[in-house]
């Protein structure tokens, strides 16, 4: 049957009837040409009103849900729904795709919004986070992500007027959006008193920061800012669904069913009420409205678009309708008109007219209608109803004919007989009836053979029979009217059905997938008379096969358009239209049928409609008419290029293997040895499986590539240069247009392409992350910009890049079977074309995805005999290469050839490097330039042609086929090789580099070796045989056969070569007697395979390696196997040493030994090294003998898989490496110790870091270790118990006063001493002073600014500018959470510009997502915001020479480094770091590419090319004994030099990466900080030091790092530890660990304190002085500190020896008291800091200790829940006078009555209780409890303060409180570093407030100063002092 190809009509769409109203809004508009657009189901529709036209968009693969117009209105963005949904960006007027955006949302993207210019676009997905992306749309590119909010968001705009801001609205809220960098940051609406709370639905931008939004309720609510300002009520009655502005004004629709405008200013200008009209129905929602000029569009929530003519407004137009919401199911056609029935569950029937693309009647039904038929004169028209009933109207009228209910279930499908007579009706119960027509539908009989619901009816053509199909699939006949089942199938043979809808049945079996048996094909239309059937299916595809297509898995054409399941599809009377219905997207589409006839016309029909022909990817049957692949071209597709282990996968393998390891390397590793070898010269060329990889460069060296290795070779000089950028097989190659720079694209887990440069042979730009396995073919475009790329992966992926910047700019699935080639149209560069296995694909590039459409073929030319591998394009003509091996020269139509060369020996000029092993290779690749034709073969030979015939053979290497045979000749620098592809070949290593003989062998072979002498040969065959061959013409000597399996190895003895020892994968060796030929002995006792041998010096011993990895010995010439312990095999002299077992090599064994194997080794003829193969293609040299695991090596990257063999040259000059898979022969030449210094070793260094790094340092340790607390996650500071006071059940007091009372009125709360004064209340805190610098875990934190007038720095969240003349400071308040690290632009174009680096929660792109600040460190402008995918934090930041690019690094497990480009807030290259902490990364001061992080056991030079970055580690080996320690510290110096500072004091000194020498002991400790000077050089180091006389922790050094001078600080410490040094002018700026930051004069070395603060906390002690402006603070770090606010300086200090935990001023402000936490107090006379007295009365913490106001008691409150009255006037002795009883928990604040007869006490349980001073009795009475007034206010509990707990504080408490002098504003801090300001009292929960942020986590206590003129507040985690100037009410 035809069936196995696709029908060759087709459908073309041509009308669609319906809206989406329901669930989607703001989706109509005008655009420029006056048409109109809007979706339905999954198609973009453009209706234009004046022709009556539809374009349909069909980019969409599933329901659209959302619409933007861009603003110059001719451009569609629509976003749809589905698991991985995307966006289409579209030309309106063309239809086609301009650009796909995806890869970001899940689930769906519910709004879009272009803004202002259009170049940018901002979308909403439906995910759980509603997560908000803006994008670049042009390019494809996401610039920002953030969560959009925890509720739906239905809403979003860019606010017209303002630059980088979005308002977003939905449930419950509605959000003002700023975009900066790449950070999308929210605030909140705030409605305030002004409106309700409440779900916002639309929104529209206006001027002056107004934004007008429409509520649910139906007001409109305006904001100002972020602050609701105004209501407008009852705009409309319900919720107001669209908004819409334009340039007189606002139209706005809701669910009442009305439309109002608006003018500007949002004043009414008239109302229509749609329901009033005359097409007006109850229940009318709006759902959009578009205005413009006089027109309005209407959608409305039923599917109906209305237009309106504004001065008409009373009589809308109904331009489009279709079925509201509920599944639509019924369909049928009219027989005789071109009409269709559609019936639905929203209870209509409606009549459509196809001709004028309307609806011409409609009728409401009383049930939801699941069926529809109409009799055959087309008078009755049958409803089947959802309850069970049918009702048969007048199709004339609509009236009624009659209403039936026979059954309860639904009527799923009722059918006419073709006679009229009978009406069959088919239940959901499993029956079918039958009626009579005529006699008022009586009813005749019923058909009850099925089990499951009826689906589908048709009835035979003469009405007597009737078929079924039901839900189980099965298909029964029954006899008319009867309804009696037919049992014997014979009967139904010749019937011919009326029509055919079944979904079963031996006619439409091919409409079924060959292996399914799913129910997913709903309906089925058979056209007899045009031989084609259409199907509809859950998927919402409608195919269209031929009829009758009896085979599973037909060919079809099919289209898409429809979103989920197509319930229903019939074609027309006349077959001129197939009408298709949707089920969810309750759409009709109207199909234009087009026969063959028609398509030969149809060529120039719009290009979209081809976009939907698809010759069906998905068919299953397998074409029969294409010719059979060619053996080759077989061989090739099944290259799968997979690697059980990639390279990319090494370090985490070694990572596992480690932690296994980790208890046996205990022994001090051997070191790698001196020698280093170079790569040569490599034999071979990849031509077995890849083609078009040969060119000419510029200068006409040749380039190509082999195993891992890029090729240059130059043809005059015989010599080779390599790219070794690449770790595994290089599969493809292209050459830019200049011929300057090469494409090279490899094998990998995520394989790169690198572009490279073929004179400096440095990778420009690297190319990674969307291919899988590998790529196999590149290509530039002909303006050399672009690049496309082809993967290995399943589906064969294109990429088109911009390789310069690294970017991808599209990305689309290639094809299902293999691409060869990749090639981009050199004319028109967004066109380009692959080729594979049968398919050639024509691409066009639109944006992000790639459309392909079918270019009908022209003309084919018979070129070759067989398949034609490669072709090149001329000026003129075209040349080709085939399978034929020759090479033919083509005119440039393809009309006639014009030469022909045939590749032969005989042609071959003198000249030549080689031999051509056969005639007439097959060409895999050509190329022209230079009067040549560049030939490259399969069989791996690379060939010129002249263009007048003579041939060169310049370079070749094995054929397909693994290469392990290798033997170097004993005295000459030869070397044999022999391979699988059977050939036994010799060449020559001296610099003529060329093959010299060749011998085709019967069999492939394994092994060779050259006799003693060099004269005979002996090579061992795959099939058990051997020969000896003579050594110069290869003729046979001798042969044997005496084994099964492979030979795998063979030896000659030494000396005379007197016996030959042969060793076989049968697990024997055989040992024969040369002169004699015969075998002479056996050795058996192997129990696997033999990998290798070798003979003793004697000639009398053999030492064996087997597969099972055992090392035996046997006895020659017999064979006696022999056990020699290991330690004495050692001594035996060997001839050769190829094993690698034994003691002697453990060391060559990796870490992941289980992963790879080793396969070979050689030893030097001096013993002194080892070199290696292995399976990962890496060839090692080791130090001989290798003992002890792991040993340290020298690595080398070049074959690409297995390295077979390794063998040394006679006299070791040279090592030969043969690859396995990759069949090259490579060359490298050993270099000897001494011959080292010249030139860098490419080698990389050992796979274990050494375990020794440099000692230990507390503060290095602390700093890696630290884990940094989220502000937000963090928890309560005090181990509190309990119920939090806002939780706790208040009971009421007995006496609750009556109304009217003579009692006094109730006494003052709060004591207040500025009585006289009128009170002002403080309306808000401005943050004036900080006392503290982070400095403690943080480094190179501190730096000058504006030539070293001020410093900038940061301690909590905040950046400080402190002027260091005057000491005032200004701050940078924007983060939200700890800074960690801080650096300068030094750039001149950004002055001042400071980027600072915080911690942050998960890299959620939210608001608490670790970020990184860049601003203006004099305006604290915001300049960008880079949200960071560092979890946890940024640790290290450092702007690059220009000054544009960032570098930063995380505190993640990787230590991520990324490179930013900052201003635009695009994130350019990322790269894990290291595994473990990496402390600094900087990049160099002269540039934008080259950086160098340091961390533990850490250093690595970096490169940034493209979007990659490529590293090196630092290679120690260059200096004896060096290892690799902790790097803390990175300087610059000229010439590529580099220094860092170590955690044992020396600075290690680098030349590019190699460790070129060690200043020892450049400090006493770490070196934590290192400077480089810009402007001469000079380079500042700080490090750990005790201070001495010759010592300092400071030292400034020349260029180089070999003179220096030592600068003191003088600061008292015992030691000092330098954190940051910055150097201006004459000056260094340092920042120490105790929180100093000092500047040290260069000439007299004097120091100066700009800033101090404590050193550790949390800071719990403060105190006020009573009438100063001074203030005290105590600390964990054991002082007590004086400040003064006005002068802005520490006055004083004292060390106490012990941590402070409170502090207190006497009432008179001469005595300060003080709390420790060993439970000691003391007490200082202010005047003369003496102890006036001192006491330990308790073990445990003092946690509060006040004077009475009449300065007689002194109370201490710890934390042993007690409190302890002293009385001072007793004096110093401090004997205890009382304290007070059962306090429930320990103590946490104090405060004394104003009579000092009274104390209150609040504890850790969340209970305030009061006492009897100094009784020390519990006072339990609540009315005189309410009487008392304090002297002060501090406690956290009580009624008076119940509203300063928040909702939030589950885990985090409030800390402190204090309430002003004047009594009426009380402030707190709490755990989550805020300060708070509330109004006092605040007896109701939940109180309004201000908050401040600044601090990090924990804020310790609060105060304010004398007069309320500051407040102080102390820090838990920061240990810095915040002081806050009150800003009070005017009066």
Not at 1164 to 1185: H, I, N
Not at 1398 to 1411: E, K, L, N, R, W
Not at 1731 to 1757: E, N, Q, T, Y
Request: proline residues 3%; hydrophobic residues 35%.
């Amino acid at each position: 049957m035809a069936a196995r190809s696709a029908p060759s009509c087709h459908l073309r769409l041509e009308w669609v009837y319906g809206y989406r109203g329901h669930q989607c809004r703001n989706n109509l508009y005008y655009t420029a040409a006056k048409e109109i657009v809007y979706f339905v189901a999954g198609v973009g529709v453009v209706y234009s009103p004046r022709e009556h036209r539809q374009k349909f968009y069909r980019g969409h693969s599933d329901d659209i849900i959302s619409l933007a117009l861009h603003p110059e209105r001719a451009l569609v963005a629509t976003g749809q729904v589905g698991k991985e949904p995307y966006i289409c960006v579209w030309d309106s007027y063309t239809v086609q795709t301009v650009s796909v955006l995806k890869d970001a949302h899940t689930h769906g993207i519910a709004c879009l919004a272009f803004d202002l210019d259009g170049q940018r676009l901002v979308s909403v997905g439906l995910d759980s986070k509603n997560a908000v992306c803006v994008w670049d749309w042009k390019r494809g590119k996401m610039l920002s992500m953030a969560p959009g909010h925890t509720d739906r968001i239905f809403d979003i705009s860019w606010d017209l007027y303002q630059p980088n801001k979005l308002v977003s609205c939905g449930v419950k809220h509605i959000k003002f959006w700023s975009l900066c960098g790449n950070a999308l940051t929210p605030k909140r609406g705030v409605f305030g008193k002004t409106g309700d709370l409440q779900t916002i639905l639309c929104l529209a931008c206006a001027r002056d920061e107004l934004t007008y939004s429409g509520a649910l309720n139906g007001d409109i609510y305006v904001w100002k800012g972020i602050n609701l300002i105004r209501t407008i009520q009852g705009a409309h009655t319900a919720g107001i669904f669209s908004m819409n502005a334009c340039e007189e004004g606002f139209a706005t629709g809701g669910r009442d069913g009305c439309i109002r405008l608006w003018d500007l200013t949002f004043k009414p200008i008239t109302v229509i009420d749609l329901r009033e009209t005359d097409q007006g129905y109850k229940g009318l929602s709006v759902r959009s409205v578009c205005w413009r000029g006089d027109h309005i569009l209407v959608g409305t929530q039923d599917g109906e678009i209305f237009e309106i003519v504004v001065h008409e407004r009373n009589k809308p137009f109904l331009i489009m309708q279709g079925h509201c919401e509920g599944e639509l199911w019924a369909l049928a056609v009219h027989p005789t008109k071109p009409l269709a029935v559609t019936g639905s569950d929203d209870r209509s029937v409606r009549i459509w007219s196809l001709v004028d693309h309307a609806l011409i009647a409609r009728c409401n039904m009383e049930e939801p209608i699941r069926c529809a038929a109409v009799n055959v004169d087309g008078i009755h028209l049958a409803l089947g109803m959802k309850d069970g009933s049918f009702t048969v109207l007048r199709v004339r009228d609509m009236t009624e004919v009659v209403h039936i209910k026979d059954r309860k279930e639904a009527i799923h499908e009722l059918k006419y007989s073709p006679d009229g007579t009978y009406l069959a009706v088919g239940c959901n119960d499993s029956s079918v009836d039958i009626y009579g027509v005529a006699q008022r539908y009586k009813k005749f009989g019923e058909c009850v053979g099925s089990l499951s619901f009826i689906t589908h009816l048709d009835w035979s053509s003469d009405s007597r029979y009737l078929q079924t199909n039901d839900g189980n699939g099965k298909r029964l006949f029954y006899r008319m009217p009867g309804g009696k089942e037919v049992a014997n199938k014979e009967e139904i043979k010749g019937v011919h059905w009326a029509s055919w809808t079944c979904v079963s049945g031996l006619e439409v079996n091919g409409i079924w997938p060959k292996y399914s048996d799913i129910n997913d094909i709903n309906s089925v239309d058979g056209n007899y008379i045009g031989q084609v059937l259409v199907t509809a299916d859950d998927y919402g595809i409608v195919k269209l096969f031929r009829y009758p297509c009896l085979r599973k898995g037909a060919k079809f054409k099919k289209y898409i358009g429809h979103s989920a399941h197509v319930t229903n599809v019939r074609w027309s009377h006349d077959y001129q239209w197939v009408i298709s219905i949707g089920g969810a997207d309750h759409s009709v589409f109207q199909w234009k049928f087009i026969p063959e006839r028609k398509l030969k016309d149809a060529l120039h029909i719009a290009p979209q409609e081809s976009l939907a022909d698809s010759n069906s990817d998905e068919s299953d049957s397998d074409l029969s008419d294409v010719p059979e692949l060619d053996s080759e071209i077989e061989q090739e597709t099944q290259l799968t290029y997979r690697r059980q282990v990639y390279k990319e996968d090494l370090p985490q393998l070694k990572e596992q293997y480690k932690e296994k390891q980790k208890s046996g390397t205990s022994k001090r590793r051997e070191r790698a040895p001196g020698n280093s070898i170079r790569l040569h010269f490599v034999h071979g060329y990849r031509g077995y499986d890849c083609r078009s990889n040969l060119f000419y460069t510029q200068i006409g060296e040749i380039v190509y590539h082999v195993a891992a290795v890029g090729v240059i070779y130059n043809r005059q000089q015989n010599t080779q240069r390599f790219y070794l950028g690449h770790d595994d097989d290089i599969l493809c190659l292209a050459l830019h247009p200049l011929r300057d720079y090469v494409a090279t694209g490899q094998v990998g887990r995520d394989p790169s392409i690198h572009i490279w440069d073929t004179e400096t042979i440095k990778p420009l730009s690297i190319l990674k992350g969307y291919h899988q396995y590998g790529v196999c073919a590149v290509d530039f475009s002909a303006d050399g910009k672009r690049l496309a790329s082809v993967g290995i992966d399943d589906s064969h992926t294109v990429v088109l890049w911009d390789w310069k910047k690294g970017e991808k700019l599209s990305i689309a699935r290639g094809s299902k079977d293999k691409i060869f080639v990749v090639k981009m149209n050199p004319y028109v560069p967004d066109k380009l074309i692959t080729a594979g296995i049968k398919h050639m694909k024509f691409w066009r590039r639109a944006g992000d995805v790639c459309i392909w459409r079918d270019i009908f073929l022209v003309k084919t030319v018979k070129a070759h005999d067989g398949p034609v591998f490669s072709m090149h394009a001329l000026e003129k003509g075209f040349v080709t290469g085939g399978k034929d091996g020759v090479v033919a020269l083509w005119d440039d139509s393809f009309e006639r050839c014009l030469k022909t060369y045939a590749i032969k020996r005989a042609a071959l000029a003198p000249g030549s490097k080689g031999l051509l092993l056969e005639d007439n290779p097959s060409i895999r690749a050509i190329s022209l330039g230079h009067g040549h034709i560049l030939v490259g073969t399969k069989n791996g030979e690379i060939l010129e042609v002249d263009k007048s015939g003579p041939i060169t053979l310049l370079v070749q290497g094995h054929m397909e086929g693994e290469v392990w045979g290798l033997a170097t000749h004993p005295y000459l620098p030869i070397c044999a090789t022999v391979s699988d592809d059977r050939t036994l070949r010799i060449w020559d290593l001296s610099p003529s580099h060329c093959m010299l003989a060749v011998r085709k062998l019967k069999k492939g072979g394994r092994c060779c070796c050259f006799s003693p002498d060099g004269k005979a040969l002996a090579v061992g065959l795959n099939d058990g045989s051997f020969l000896m061959a003579n050594a110069d013409t290869l003729e046979d000597l001798v042969s044997f056969h005496h084994r099964k399996d492979v030979i795998s190895d063979i030896r000659f003895s030494p000396g005379s070569g007197k016996y030959l020892a042969v060793a076989s994968h049968d697990s024997f060796i055989d040992i024969y007697n040369v002169m004699s030929s015969k075998r002479v002995g056996i050795c058996k006792g192997a129990t696997s395979y033999i990998t290798h041998v070798d003979w003793d010096i004697r000639g009398k011993l053999l030492q064996v390696n087997t597969g099972a990895k055992e090392q035996l010995f046997f006895e020659a010439p017999r064979g006696r196997k022999q056990t020699i312990p290991s330690g004495e095999a050692e001594k035996i002299g060997w001839a050769s040493w190829t094993s690698v077992l034994g003691l002697c090599c453990e060391g060559i064994w990796p870490v992941i030994g289980e992963v790879t194997d080793i396969t070979a080794s050689c030893l030097t003829s001096d013993k002194t090294v080892l070199a290696t193969g292995d399976d990962l293609g890496f060839v090692k040299l080791f130090r001989y003998p290798a003992k002890g695991k792991f040993g340290k090596f020298k690595r080398y990257v070049a074959h690409s898989t297995h390295v077979t063999n390794v063998r040394w040259t006679y006299d070791d000059s040279m090592l030969v490496t043969l690859g396995g898979a990759d069949m090259s022969l490579m060359v490298w030449t050993n270099e000897m110790e001494g011959y080292r210094e010249k030139r860098p070793c490419d080698s990389e260094e050992s796979d274990l870091d050494s375990e020794e790094d440099g000692g230990y340092d507390s503060d290095v340790t602390r700093e890696n270790e630290i884990s940094y607390t989220i502000r937000a996650l963090s928890t309560n500071i005090r181990p509190m118990f309990g119920i939090k006071p806002h939780l706790q059940q208040k009971e009421p007091s007995a006496d609750e006063r009556p109304p009217v009372s003579r009692a006094p009125p109730q006494p003052e709360k709060l004591q207040t001493n500025n009585i006289g004064k009128k009170k002002r209340p403080i309306e808000d805190l401005v943050l004036e002073l900080v006392f503290g610098y982070r400095g403690r875990d943080c480094r190179n934190n501190v730096h000058y600014l504006n030539d070293g007038d001020d410093i900038i720095y940061h301690t909590a969240s905040v950046g400080i500018l402190h002027n260091v003349a005057t000491g005032n400071q200004s701050f940078y308040q924007e983060h939200n959470d700890d800074i960690l690290c801080l650096t300068v632009n030094q750039h001149p174009k950004f002055i001042n510009i400071v980027a600072t680096g915080q911690v942050g929660d998960s890299a959620d792109m939210s608001a608490a997502a670790p970020s990184i600040h860049i601003w203006d460190a004099v305006s604290k402008q915001t300049l960008s915001i880079l949200r960071c995918y560092h979890p946890k934090g940024v640790c290290s930041v450092s702007f690059s020479a220009t000054g544009k690019l960032l570098l930063s690094v995380g505190l993640d497990p990787e230590h991520t480094l990324t490179i930013w480009r900052w201003q635009e807030g695009a994130k350019i290259a990322s790269r894990a770091g290291h595994n473990q902490r990496i402390f600094v990364a900087e990049f160099r001061p002269d540039s934008d590419s080259q950086f160098v992080s340091v961390g533990v056991k850490h250093v690595k030079f970096w490169t940034l090319a493209g979007r990659a970055l490529l590293s090196k580690k630092g290679l120690l080996s260059t200096l004896e004994d060096a290892r690799m320690q902790t790097m803390l510290a990175v300087a610059f110096g000229a010439n590529n030099l580099t220094f860092t500072g170590t955690i044992s004091g020396d600075v290690c000194v680098w030349k590019d990466h190699m460790l070129c020498r060690i200043v020892a002991r450049a400090h006493n400790g770490p070196v934590f900080a290192m400077y480089t000077t810009l402007r001469d050089g000079l380079i500042v180091t700080g490090g750990k030091e005790r201070p001495s006389k010759e010592g300092g922790a400071v030292k400034l050094w020349d260029q180089e790092l070999r003179r220096c001078r030592a600068f003191r600080l003088e600061t008292g410490q015992a030691s000092d530890c330098v954190r940051s040094v910055c150097r201006g002018k004459g000056k260094i700026l340092v920042g120490t660990r105790n929180a100093e930051i000092i500047e040290v004069g260069e000439k007299n070395a004097a120091c100066n304190v700009l800033v101090s603060g404590h050193v550790d906390g949390p800071v719990w002690g403060l105190a006020t002085h009573p009438s100063r402006d001074f203030f005290l603070s105590a600390a964990e770090d054991g002082t007590v500190r004086l400040w003064d606010v006005a002068d802005r300086k520490m006055l004083n200090k004292v060390n106490l020896g012990h941590a402070a935990r409170t502090v207190c001023y006497s009432p008179e402000g001469d005595m300060v008291a003080i709390g420790m936490k060993n439970g000691e107090f003391i007490i200082l006379l202010v005047s003369s800091l003496k102890i006036w007295g001192k006491k330990r009365d308790r073990r445990c913490a003092i946690h509060d200790i006040r004077f009475s106001p009449d300065s007689r008691f002194l109370a201490v409150g710890s934390s042993e829940n007690s409190v302890d009255f002293y009385d001072l006037t007793l004096g110093p002795t401090l004997n205890r006078i009382s304290y007070c009883k059962d306090i429930p928990s320990f103590v946490i604040q104090m405060d004394f009555s104003a009579d000092s007869r009274h104390l209150q006490v609040s504890t850790g349980c969340y209970k305030r209780h009061i006492y009897e001073v100094p009784s020390g009795k519990h006072l339990m009475d609540q009315a005189a409890i309410d009487r008392i007034t304090w002297a002060t206010w501090t406690s956290i509990l009580g009624d008076e303060v119940m509203g300063i707990w928040s909702r939030h504080a589950e885990k985090a408490d409030v800390n402190c409180a204090c309430v002003s002098h004047s009594g009426i504003s009380l402030v707190t801090g709490d755990d989550f570093g805020m300060v708070k300001l509330f109004d006092f009292p605040c007896p109701e929960k939940f109180a309004k407030h201000k908050r401040f942020l600044g601090h990090s986590a924990h804020v310790a206590n609060i105060r304010f100063t004398s007069g309320d003129r500051h407040v102080i507040s102390a820090g838990g985690d920061d240990c810095s002092l915040f002081v806050w100037k009150c800003v009070h009410m005017p009066h």
